[in-house]
């Protein structure tokens, strides 16, 4: 097979959708996974017949430890090997954190942390040794800024993220792996449909704060092209994160503490 493998995690839609259709439009056979087969195989199917690629489907749900390993052994099977990674799968808990049930947030870490991580050290070797690797891990700007109330791991995970890709991107230096993390704000997607607070959000946020996730896919695909540690795209979310930086820890806390009473109920 002459064309480069990008798998794409969480692709049933939102940002992982539009990230295979950039990738496919690059001239990337695609391997889509997600929990909703029939999403993946319209996609699939679109995609093939959109760009001549070929779309491979794999249903699988990243909270089973087990899945990261059977995806990959999956794609062996169908004699492909992983060039390009978008982790992209992802979702929010909603709640206070002693108001939850560990297994619920133990399923969020397996989704959002140990899957991303174990499917890189996966597919890493094979891109150093094939002299190209592409590795997207989808952070948020929650990673840049001090953690709220509610949504309490959801912060954290994402700041692991950041770290993790400035790492790799770090210890991939020269290789011909280029290692990003994608670090967007508020995006048109399912996100805050899946959490149930569609409402509450889009009526406390002002319209200038949202991008589409195709922008946001975009700007993802260009930085991990450029071999740029970390993308924040969209002007406002620069600037936050930049204040971000500057401000003083207690000043961000009081700051992120008013925020956080708007949305409590989050």
Known sequence: MDRRLALVTGASAGIGASFARILASHGYDVALTARRADRLDALAEEISLRFGVEALTVPADLAEPEAPGQILDHLTAHGRTVDALVNNAGYGLAGAFGDTRWEDQQAFIQVMMTAPAELA????????????????????????????????????????????????????????????ALCPGFTYSEFHDVNGTRAQISS???????????????????????????????????????????????????????????FRKL
């Open 121 to 180: 050290h996966r597919v890493l070797p094979g891109m150093i040794h094939r002299d190209f690797g592409r590795i997207v891990n989808v952070a948020s700007l929650a990673g840049l800024v001090p953690g709220s109330a509610g949504h309490t791991l959801y912060g954290g995970v994402k700041a692991f993220l950041v770290r993790f890709s400035q790492s790799l991107h770090m210890e991939t230096q020269g290789t011909g792996v280029h290692v990003s």
């Open 204 to 262: 406390s946020t002002p319209p200038w704060l949202w991008l589409g996730a195709d922008e946001v896919a975009a700007a993802g695909y260009e930085a991990v092209e450029a071999n740029r540690a970390i993308c924040v795209p969209g002007a406002p979310n620069k600037a936050i994160a930049a204040v971000s930086k500057l401000l003083p820890d207690d000043w961000q806390l009081a700051l992120m503490a008013s925020q956080s009473s708007r």
